[in-house]
């Protein structure tokens, strides 16, 4: 049990009281602390306690993608993870990859131009996926692409925009590290180390 | 969809973890990776009242190669393992299993311990760990003791591991000089559960078959290894299976295991994905080009 574990009343509807944890999260660069239960699941925690909800849930048993985090940089299932485990790393989540209409990030500028996206629902699990995966692979063929990819699902789209989305995401990377081209910034906009 | 709740433990040393492990008995859980834990927490089918998270322990995630094995400590992860430069040379066919392990998501949370821990009978290291003859190392706070893989598993989600036990490494023993392996599965979505699988060792000397074994995935009870010998008289490499040899392989595969029907493919379509996938493997392994033939 954590140190600084205090007994606290219980939450979702639970009749009996459960220790509370202090739990502290680098989440997107920032030093963030809430109170919740060890039984918290990251992306609980993410959504109910730090209020941020760009993060989804989909199915709360790792098949979906939805909940796709960066721990360290490398992508995650938020709902097979507890927020108690996850305080020794460094979070990022579709907020901090972009969270400003006007500077969006090469995949996400990729999704609006590739019409990589219908209702949405998938998007934040498939933006954080796909932006780590372009990290270790720059260039990847359609079918790369669709490997990295497989484990997200989509019930809107039919992939083929998604796939078209990855490829397009690559390019825009490469654009903008081009300094000099149309004034496009160097860097790619992501946030976090 | 939540988990009950739970007290959660954070030892930071081995010996912290087995006497926590033995003071909260059979209420007690390991959470390394959680990536089967977790969902069976979230549905419910799982409700422990102690979960020892791992985690934090020093120590366990080294991967050490020696002469004689790869041995991976619990808390590596299957991606760390599936990258590793010196475990790959010794013995590429962890590599060619784990690239079948799940999403990469999923692999860069779990644990390849844990999998074997885990003993799902669709997981992809338990097998492997059979057809190599690895050992499984075992502590607690009473003893130590090494488990040969093919005495460890009882059944499906069963082991010998006892309720105050923590598995603290595996080694997978590398193979003989010459022997090629490979490893195929089918799933309905590469990284979803395999309707079959399987993985072969082939030791060639001078050009010549010495000998084949393969194990499987989620068409049989629990990993064990079939020797494919008996089937493969005079295949040697570079040259496609002789029709006849193919037959044989057929036979001795369908006999062998014991699948399953369910949702996603009948008992006897498994069995003849089975067989057709230690044909195709027993090709790739004997291809010239083998990924790690010496």
């Not at chain 1, 220790?19 to 109170?35: D, E, F, K, P, S």
């Not at chain 2, 006497?19 to 209420?27: E, K, P, S, T």
């Not at chain 2, 496609?240 to 009948?266: K, N, Q, S, Y």
Request: hydrophobic content about 45%.
């Amino acid at each position: 049990m954590s140190a600084d574990a205090t007994t606290g009343g219980g939450t979702h509807g639970e009749p009996t009281a459960e220790v509370l944890h202090r739990i502290r999260l680098r989440v997107n660069g920032v030093q963030r602390t809430a109170q919740a239960p060890a039984r918290r699941l990251l992306s609980d925690f993410l959504r109910h306690d730090l209020r941020l909800t760009g993060t989804h849930v989909g199915c709360e048993h790792g098949v979906c993608g939805a909940c796709t985090v960066l721990v360290d940089g490398q992508p995650m299932r938020s709902c097979l993870m507890f927020a108690v485990t996850a305080q020794a790393h460094e979070i990022t989540t579709i907020e901090g990859i972009g969270n400003d209409p006007e500077a969006m990030s090469p995949v996400q500028q990729a999704f609006a131009e590739c019409h990589g996206l219908q209702c949405g629902f998938c998007t934040p699990g498939f933006v954080t996926t796909i932006t780590a995966y372009l990290d270790g692979n720059p260039d990847p063929t359609p079918e790369d692409a669709r490997e990295a990819i497989s484990g997200n699902l989509c019930r809107c789209t039919g992939y083929q925009n998604i796939v078209a989305a990855v490829s397009r995401a690559a390019e825009i990377r490469r654009e903008r590290r081009s300094p000099g081209v149309d004034g496009a910034p160097v860097d790619d906009s992501r946030v976090g180390p | 969809m939540k988990p009950a709740p739970f007290v959660h433990h954070a030892p930071r040393t081995v010996d912290e973890t087995v006497a926590v492990l033995a003071d909260v008995g059979h209420d007690g859980k390991v959470l390394a990776g959680g990536q089967s834990l977790v969902p069976l927490l979230n549905m419910r089918l799982a409700s422990p009242g102690h979960l020892v998270d791992v985690n934090g322990v020093d120590g366990l995630d080294a991967v050490d190669v020696t002469d004689a094995s790869v041995r991976v400590g619990a808390l590596v992860r299957h991606a760390g393992l599936e990258r590793d430069p010196a475990a790959f040379a010794a013995l590429p066919l962890l590599r060619q299993a784990l690239r079948n392990v799940a999403h990469p998501a999923i692999r860069n949370r779990g644990t390849t311990v844990g999998s074997i821990a885990h003993a799902d009978p669709a997981g992809e290291m338990p097998a492997v760990l059979v057809l190599t003859d690895g050992v499984v190392e075992v502590v607690s706070s009473r003893s130590r003791r090494e488990v040969a893989a093919r005495d460890f598993f009882l059944g499906p989600l069963e082991t010998t591991l006892a309720q105050d036990e923590l598995v603290e490494a595996v080694r997978f023993a590398r193979l003989a000089p010459g022997t090629r392996t490979a490893f195929l599965e089918s799933a309905r979505r590469h990284g979803d559960y395999a309707m079959a699988g399987v993985a072969v060792a082939v030791e060639v000397v001078d050009g010549e078959v010495r000998s084949a074994r393969a194990s499987f995935v989620s068409v049989t009870p629990v990993p064990t290894v079939l020797d494919l010998a008996p089937a493969l008289g005079g295949a040697a490499t570079g040259a496609p299976l002789r029709a006849a040899v193919a037959d044989d392989l057929v036979a001795l595969v369908r006999d062998h295991v014991e699948p399953e029907g369910d949702i996603h493919a009948t008992a006897g379509y498994r069995r003849m994905l089975a067989a057709e996938l230690t044909k195709r493997a027993l090709g790739a392994a004997l291809a010239e080009d083998a990924e790690g033939a010496a």
